[in-house]
């Protein structure tokens, strides 16, 4: 029946109407608000993939969902409550505004002097550039962002650099001799550094740190740069590992009024779970492109994929991201996740 209709819903230019319309859709008893089963049925509609099959909220989640709506809490969502679920999120989950943030893709993790390929997943960075350049050559993303690993020649990160700062007490090898590449160490500091080494990469202005020359760079893109601090590195494009230095980034992207952030790019288990997982505690609607990313170690990239789906993201590859973007392919995780932040805001608000 042509009420299951999100999209002609929420694109009618007269969203008032229709967000009536929609409401007496789904009122089936005519009663002027919507109990959890006819919300249930609601949702049905709502999180289906592009072919209409329905994607099933557990049970648990559509109640959650339902009680962050029926905020007077008398078991039903009345239209008030409707219209705010509305405008905050039926809207968002059928009419995403999205961000592809592709990290890192820089000549020292493909073929310079962190070519993940000598690492022990042995995967080959290169690989990420088809797929990625596909995704821009083919999708209107409403922003997109190149981040660049940054670091100046004496950053804290690089093995070489191990003799310009003293080792803590509590780090796991005392002796700067014995550290070898990959060992992780603690420096002195106020708090003490925790950082794994790693070769000398990314140098500022360098041929290392410049995108590889095969990576679409489309214009009007932002560039974000990260680990510029000597001190202390940063594997999120959002943050440094301490956060203690933000990049701007989660503004940039509130600005333009972002609600899903794709990311995607090298190192998979590295910086683009680390940006991954930020994107998520930024309020993000967040999606890893699994197919568009390259890692260091196989485990700690199954480990990555995990926290990303427990903390309500997902994983997919790109060849799904035109039926998302587009809000055909409307994930409930995602609406899960979304009514979460809502519920956030809301509480602190009061
Ligand atoms: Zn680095």
Redesign the pocket.
């Known amino acids: 029946m042509a009420s299951t209709n999100f999209i002609d819903f929420v694109c009618n230019p007269d969203s008032t109407c229709t967000m009536d319309a929609c409401f007496m859709a789904f009122d089936k008893n005519c009663d002027g608000k919507l109990n959890l089963d006819e919300f249930r049925v609601l949702c049905q509609a709502l999180f289906r993939n592009n072919s209409g099959v329905t994607y099933e909220l557990k049970d648990y989640e559509l109640r959650d969902i339902f009680t962050i709506f029926d905020s007077n809490h008398d078991d039903f969502i009345d239209r008030d409550e409707f219209t705010y679920c509305w405008n905050n999120w039926i809207k968002v989950i059928v009419r995403p505004i999205s961000a592809i943030l592709i990290i890192d893709v820089q000549n020292d993790f493909i073929c310079g002097t962190l070519d993940i390929s000598k690492c022990p997943a042995k995967q080959n960075a290169e690989e990420v550039i088809q797929p990625i350049n596909s995704l821009l050559d083919t999708l209107e993303f409403d922003a997109i962002f190149y981040s660049y690993?940054w670091?100046p020649s004496d950053h804290v990160?690089f093995l070489d650099n191990i003799n310009l700062r003293k080792l803590h007490e509590s780090s796991p090898k005392k002796d700067p001799e014995t550290v070898q590449l990959y060992d992780t160490v603690v420096f002195e500091g106020e708090p003490p550094v925790t950082q794994r080494m790693?070769p000398r990469?990314?140098v500022q202005n360098t041929w290392g740190s410049e995108l590889h020359k095969d990576l679409k760079v489309v214009e009007n893109a932002t560039k974000i740069y990260k680990?510029t601090n000597p001190e202390v590195?940063s594997y999120s494009a959002f943050w440094d590992n301490s956060k203690l230095t933000d990049t701007k980034l989660a503004y940039q992207l509130k600005m333009r009024n972002i609600t899903d952030v794709y990311v995607c790019g090298v190192a998979y288990d590295v910086c683009v779970g680390a940006t991954a997982i930020d994107a998520i505690s930024s309020g993000f609607r967040t999606i890893l492109l699994d197919d568009c990313c390259r890692g260091v170690d196989l485990l700690d990239i199954e480990k990555t994929k995990n926290t990303v789906i427990k903390n309500h993201g997902v994983v997919v590859n790109s060849n799904r991201v035109k039926n998302m973007v587009e809000g055909n392919d409307r994930r409930p995780e995602l609406g899960y996740k979304l009514a979460l932040n809502l519920k956030e805001q809301k509480q602190n608000s009061v």
Do not use: K, R
């Open positions: 690993d670091h990160s790693w990469h990314c680990g590195d």
